[in-house]
């Protein structure tokens, strides 16, 4: 993943992926988003607690 955007207020993020594509995620826990960014490795959280989750 290339960047990373988390709006608080309304629990969403956004993720871009290397192949350019930009994914949003809704009702995000802000846990999930610190988990997220503190990851040592980002793609092995993602597929773990984000991905088929949070559909917005």
């Known amino acids: 993943m ?3 955007g988390y ?3 309304s ?3 956004r993720i ?3 192949q350019g ?3 949003d995620f809704c009702n995000v826990p802000p846990s999930i ?3 997220l960014m503190s990851a040592a ?3 092995s959280y993602y ?3 984000i991905r088929d989750r949070y559909q917005c």
């Open 2 to 4: 290339t960047a990373v």
């Open 7 to 9: 709006d608080a207020g």
């Open 11 to 13: 629990k969403r993020m």
């Open 16 to 18: 871009r992926f290397q």
């Open 21 to 23: 594509h930009a994914y």
């Open 33 to 35: 988003h610190e988990g």
């Open 41 to 43: 490795s980002k793609g």
């Open 47 to 49: 597929n773990r607690y």
